[in-house]
């Protein structure tokens, strides 16, 4: 807690309501709100997780520059039942269940037939300032006076943004040229 206070607790992240998950006399409950803002630090196993924005960011690197991942997901809905027996995903009519959280107790099912789909934001801090890069292209922006660097590391080491060690690699690189 940015208190001082350290409390030992079974925690995970949920991506799907970007909360972090705890549990409490057996039943699963999120951190509120409320409460996020006095915490510091939440650490699982060997990942370091940071509370900024109202959300709880994962730190890859740190150093000169920080290097944070929001950790998100969609949830695709099953098909819906089309003509001859099959499921279509495109039609105009959909269904949603929808739930508040803030801190209340809710179970962690998915219904049957949808689908988690995970994806990531990195977020780099330089010089006190926070940017987000959701592809290798907004990353580039972001050293734009050192394009000729970027392109050519990109190209020798094959960098892909799914590869978290490539990027912080190349940042790296980039921080030291």
Known sequence: MKAGTKYDV?????SLTEE???ENNGKKMAIAK???RLVDTVFIKDRKFIAL???FFELLYHSKWDMYVEHKCKLNEPGKPSGY??????????TYSSFYSEGTIYELKLPDGYEIEPYT???????????????MRELKKLYKDKEDLFK????????KYDNQESIIQLIEYLESN
Do not use: D
């Open 10 to 14: 079974l925690l995970n992240y949920n």
């Open 20 to 22: 972090m998950i705890f």
């Open 34 to 36: 409320v409460e996020l």
């Open 53 to 55: 924005n109202s959300k």
């Open 85 to 94: 027996g099959g499921t279509s995903k495109t039609k105009s009519i959909k």
């Open 121 to 135: 934001y990195y977020w780099l801090k330089k010089n006190g300032e926070l940017n987000r890069f959701i592809n």
């Open 152 to 159: 050519a590391y990109v190209k020798k080491y094959g960098v």
